[in-house]
């Protein structure tokens, strides 16, 4: 009967102990996702920009500056 009490007791500690621990990882998952998705649209947009205009290696600066514009109001 006492280790069956003092089992419970141990086992409560250890399970309030890892509850502790969710919110601060949950925060740090939901921080590093963030960055992720961030890194996916920057890639989506480079690849939609590229797929748009090709050929950028014949861009002019006031074809750069015009596309760099539209990519821009795009994210916000």
């Known amino acids: 009967m006492t280790t069956d009490i003092l089992t419970a007791i141990g086992a409560l500690v250890v399970i309030l102990q890892a509850a502790t621990r969710i919110p601060r990882a949950l925060t ?3 921080r590093d996702l963030a960055s992720v998705v961030a890194a996916v649209r920057d890639l989506h947009t480079t690849l939609t920009t590229h797929q ?3 050929s950028s290696r014949n861009r002019t600066a006031r074809t750069s ?6 990519t821009s109001k795009k994210r916000t």
């Open 65 to 70: 500056a015009r596309i760099r514009s539209r």
């Open 28 to 30: 740090e998952l939901l």
């Open 52 to 54: 748009r205009y090709p």
